[in-house]
């Protein structure tokens, strides 16, 4: 016979330093090797930022990187695959961005990549599967909303695109990445062109 244990642990809140730089919405984030990376958004004022930030999740400390050596921009996506941050699109002064940038999180150190073959896009969503990187959706120049995917390989430098997400047209979803066998990416909820919230969630096999 095989038995099995549960044990039922507290359900607890601990509050963390707090963000150094200017309090900031729609930034971008990714995390690796027990660190957080930070930055971008707009902060107080109405100002767009291009400032970076890195959480010691083990330490429980705070600490400026580089920043992005391009415009103050907010609405990326952002995702760590193998040791490096890739921060996508976004929103800066002249509009929707298709550039993507690689940061080196052990020489602290950004790279200017392939930007996306497409319009400029921002509040898009992302995932990791098989070491590559996936955007979907997001918001085009005039607003209309999309539901491209479009697949980035690190180690070629090149875009492809994809199957389309079946649902509507969506912008702010989150991605989820499977951290199971990292085969499978997932979008979950957004808003469609009318900003109505969604509760959709569609998970995409690349194989």
Same mark, same amino acid.
């Given at each position: ?97 298709? %550039? !993507? #940038?690689?940061?080196?999180?052990? $020489? *602290?150190? &950004?790279?200017? =990549?392939?930007? @996306? +073959?497409?319009?400029? /896009? ?25 539901? %491209? !995917? #479009?697949?980035?390989?690190?180690? $070629? *430098?090149? &875009?492809?695109? =994809?199957?389309? @997400? +079946?649902?509507?047209? /969506? ?26 919230? !969604? ?9």
């Amino acid at each position: 016979s095989i038995f099995f244990a549960f044990t039922a642990f507290a359900q607890s809140w601990q509050q963390l330093p707090d963000f150094p730089g200017t309090a900031r919405d729609d930034a971008a984030g990714f995390s690796n090797n027990c660190k957080v990376f930070v930055g971008t958004g707009m902060e107080v004022g109405w100002t767009l930022t291009n400032d970076w930030w890195r959480y010691d999740m083990v330490q429980y400390s705070w600490q400026q990187v580089a920043s992005l050596p391009s415009t103050p921009r907010q609405y990326c996506t952002g995702r760590a695959i193998g040791g490096v941050g890739f921060l996508f699109g976004g929103l800066d002064a002249a509009g929707p961005l298709s %550039e !993507l #940038w690689a940061y080196d999180t052990t $020489t *602290d150190t &950004w790279a200017a =990549r392939s930007p @996306l +073959p497409s319009e400029g /896009r921002y509040a898009a969503s992302s995932f990791e599967a098989n070491s590559k990187l996936y955007v979907c959706g997001g918001l085009i120049a005039g607003g209309a909303a999309q539901n %491209e !995917l #479009w697949e980035y390989d690190p180690l $070629t *430098d090149q &875009w492809m695109q =994809r199957s389309s @997400l +079946p649902g509507v047209p /969506r912008h702010r979803a989150a991605g989820i990445s499977d951290g199971l066998n990292g085969s499978t990416g997932r979008v979950v909820g957004g808003a469609d062109i009318n900003y109505v919230a !969604l509760d959709e969630v569609w998970q995409y096999d690349p194989a």
